[in-house]
């Protein structure tokens, strides 16, 4: 028999990697499976020779699939599945492989390789030449990436992927904010956001810092107003016909800040929340009637809030002179906290007023519908220079309310506003510093990575045992 034979025992040789390999995504097709299935195979004479053939390929086989697949999730080739992690296990042990080897911490005297691989790797229509300095480096091809990655976000160990590559990854990063398509890929880390009772925390951070660190570039936050969507199925607080991406991703991070506001109340989810928001608020342009609303209403949410630790405080500071023993408990401390949130709403709201108040009737409409709100922070010493725009805006619209008459249509009062806005002249609003945040890892970000990596390794990884007595790096009832 042929060394080059197309069977290998009772099997036609591509059937016989799909049982190697536990996928059935080999496609002779496929650029890896075709070079793969090109190898030379002995042809066994017996059905022991065929056993020790198995034992000695099987291993190869699949660690070299993993190459492949590690970077396409499983979906080069194949449909996308219902459940990624369970019809593609070679595609979930590769791609839990990477992430523990990309996070593995540097040696004294070199960088962690394979996380100077995935920092470097091109794309193969670059045909630009690698540094001599970077013997890691390698190319792939990025759509192919970009769309395995936009089908498989439901899992946590997808997600820190697309993390780990726009974070490190320049050309990643520029490969993806100069897609025509951003949509298919921000749905998906919008929807983890929206679900975030279903959600662990670690997961709700990944997704939330990918939106940080694409809201850091002008060029998304203005395209993300131009594409439309329609009928958002998941989205299940409003029917929302129409909306665009921009208006839809500020209602999921706002329901964000709510959520958190009265569930979980982490200040580190706030922070990169609003963040998120400040990034957009220069170019915010045609908000969703509802999306303007609700920023509205998060506002109204926090003066509630603040007027109740007012209350508490001078409660407790009474109650405290009638009795010296009893401590007073830290209301300095929740009120800096909660007027530090306040502060970065009023000024998301006044970026938007003096960058593209002609752009935003809506917001300008839910700002005069809601003016008793800010009232009480015009002369409030944390709030006074902030609120001069906004009270001008109020101020100026209300007026030319007053002149159109009583008992107008809000049709009629959103073509005030429109014509207004041409009547504001604009250096009557006073200009403030850009709003504009970074993220950053901390110092020591393996003291989050590491143990949330094998967390994933011992929650998702097929056919591992670890005996949760021995588990240390991690608790097991963190999610």
Same mark, same amino acid.
């Given at each position: ?248 991703? *500020?209602?999921? &991070? +706002? %329901? ?12 580190? !989810? @706030?922070? #990169? ?64 906290? *909660?007027?530090? &949130? +306040? %502060? ?12 593209? !108040? @002609?752009? #935003? ?119």
């Amino acid at each position: 028999m042929g060394s080059n034979s197309s069977r290998i025992g009772d099997l036609p040789k591509n059937e016989y990697l799909k049982k190697l390999s536990g996928t059935e995504s080999i496609s002779e097709n496929d650029p890896f499976w075709n070079q793969l299935l090109s190898f030379s195979f002995p042809a066994p004479t017996s059905s022991t020779e065929l056993k020790l053939l198995e034992e000695a390929t099987i291993s190869v086989c699949r660690s070299l699939a993993g190459l492949w697949t590690v970077f396409t999730l499983g979906g080069v080739g194949s449909k996308a599945a219902a459940a990624p992690e369970l019809s593609s296990p070679l595609a979930n042990q590769s791609l839990l492989l990477l992430l523990v080897l990309a996070n593995l911490t540097d040696a004294a005297d070199a960088p962690n390789p394979y996380r100077q691989a995935i920092m470097s790797f091109k794309n193969t229509q670059d045909s630009s030449p690698f540094p001599s300095s970077n013997p890691h480096a390698f190319q792939i091809n990025f759509n192919s990436l970009y769309m395995a990655l936009c089908e498989q976000q439901t899992s946590d160990q997808a997600t820190l992927l697309l993390y780990t590559l726009l974070h490190q990854n320049s050309n990643i990063r520029t490969y993806m904010l100069a897609r025509t398509d951003v949509e298919n890929l921000v749905l998906p880390i919008l929807e983890i956001l929206y679900h975030v009772e279903e959600r662990n925390s670690h997961h709700v951070y990944m997704a939330l810092i990918i939106l940080l660190i694409l809201t850091e570039d002008d060029g998304f936050n203005r395209s993300i107003h131009e594409v439309m969507l329609k009928n958002i199925t998941w989205y299940s607080e409003r029917v929302l016909t129409e909306i665009s991406l921009g208006s839809l991703l *500020i209602l999921v &991070v +706002i %329901r964000t800040i709510q959520y958190n506001m009265t569930r979980t109340r982490d200040k580190y !989810l @706030h922070t #990169n929340c609003l963040a998120a928001l400040a990034n957009m608020s220069a170019q915010f342009r045609s908000l969703h009637q509802y999306a303007a609303q609700r920023i509205i209403s998060l506002f109204s949410l926090l003066s509630k809030k603040h007027n109740k630790v007012l209350e508490q405080a001078t409660q407790s500071l009474r109650g405290s002179l009638s009795s010296s023993d009893v401590p007073l408990p830290d209301y300095a401390q929740d009120l800096n906290v *909660i007027e530090e &949130v +306040i %502060r970065m709403m009023l000024e998301i709201i006044n970026s938007c007023l003096t960058n593209s !108040l @002609h752009h #935003n009737p809506n917001l300008v409409y839910a700002l005069l519908y809601k003016r008793d709100l800010f009232e009480q922070f015009r002369t409030h010493p944390s709030f006074q220079d902030i609120m001069q725009n906004i009270d001008l805006v109020i101020t100026f619209f209300s007026s030319r309310l007053l002149q159109a008459g009583a008992e107008l249509s809000v049709e009629r009062v959103l073509e005030i506003i429109k014509q207004g806005v041409v009547a504001l002249p604009k250096d009557r609003l006073k200009k403030f510093p850009e709003l504009k945040f970074k993220y950053v890892e901390e110092e020591q970000p393996e003291e989050f990575f590491i143990p949330y990596v094998w967390s994933l390794v011992y929650n998702s990884a097929v056919g591992l045992y670890w005996n949760p007595q021995d588990i240390q790096l991690f608790t097991m009832d963190s999610d």
